[in-house]
Nanobody, 124 residues
Framework: QVRVVESGGGLVQAGGSLRLSCAASGRNFEAYAMAWFRQAPGKERDFVAAINWSGSNTYYADSVKGRFTISRDNAKNTVYLQMNNLKPEDTAVYYC?????????????????WGQGTQVTVSS
């Protein structure tokens, strides 16, 4: 199993940037696609971005395209989410998880072993 720990969240002004990290432990990290989701208070956990096992394919929610970039370093067992031009509506707890089921990248049911999340707050 792959276990993950997210870090890098914080408080930033609108227009600013943050880079989130997702450090993984366990076997065969490089075999898993990975994704970032986010959850704002009182809302469902929504897809943000995903990356396949090699990093050759990436997927983004429309709301973050052109602003966020997902990447991975399999040698370091880490996935990153570079977030630029942040907006107040990006405020949420951000979670990463390995994709453990085949199928769409976009739904939480394809993922398991979620981390504890990291809070991102964007002030206007």
């Amino acid at each position: 199993q792959v276990r993950v720990v997210e870090s890098g969240g914080g408080l930033v002004q609108a227009g600013g940037s943050l880079r989130l990290s997702c450090a993984a432990s366990g076997r065969n990290f490089e075999a898993y696609a990975m994704a970032w989701f986010r959850q704002a208070p009182g809302k469902e956990r929504d897809f943000v971005a995903a990356i396949n096992w090699s990093g050759s394919n990436t997927y983004y929610a429309d709301s973050v395209k052109g602003r966020f970039t997902i990447s991975r370093d399999n040698a370091k067992n880490t996935v990153y989410l570079q977030m630029n031009n942040l907006k107040p509506e990006d405020t949420a707890v951000y979670y990463c998880a390995p994709k453990v089921h085949s199928g769409t990248y976009y739904t939480t049911s394809m993922y398991d072993n979620w981390g504890q999340g990291t809070q991102v707050t964007v002030s206007s």
